[in-house]
C-alpha cells in the first residue's frame, strides 16, 4: 500500500472511530462539545469556544507526553497519534464556530 492509500485508508478509519466515540462523549443533551464544554467550565469556570480550544489542547498533550515518553513501537502510540488527529480537526471546527460567533457579535 502507497503513502496516498495510506493516508486515505486512515482517514476512512478515523471517520468510523469518530462516530462512534462521539455517540459516547456527547452527552445526554445532544451537546457535539460535551466534554470540551465540561472540562472547560471546570478549569476556567467558562466555556467558550477560546477556553473549550484550550481544553482540547490539554487533552493532545496528554497524547503528546506519552508518544515523547515512548518509541514509535509504543504499545499504544497509534491510539494516541489517532486521537491527536481527531482532536485536531475537532479544533477546526471549535475555531470554525468561535469564527462564525465573532461575525455575529460584530
Do not use: P
Not at 68 to 97: F, P, W
Amino acid at each position: 500500500m502507497g503513502f496516498k492509500d495510506f493516508v486515505l485508508g486512515k482517514f476512512d478509519k478515523l471517520k468510523t472511530k469518530f462516530k462512534l466515540k462521539h455517540e459516547q462523549y456527547k452527552g445526554s443533551n445532544d451537546d457535539a462539545l460535551a466534554n470540551f464544554r465540561i472540562g472547560a467550565q471546570l478549569k476556567y469556570g467558562d466555556a467558550s469556544y477560546e477556553n473549550m480550544y484550550e481544553t482540547a489542547k490539554d487533552y493532545v498533550r496528554k497524547h503528546i507526553a506519552y508518544i515523547e515518553s515512548h518509541n514509535i513501537m509504543g504499545k499504544t502510540v497509534q491510539d494516541s497519534l489517532t486521537d491527536i488527529a481527531t482532536y485536531a480537526v475537532i479544533m477546526l471546527y471549535m475555531r470554525k464556530c468561535a469564527e462564525q460567533q465573532a461575525q455575529q457579535e460584530k
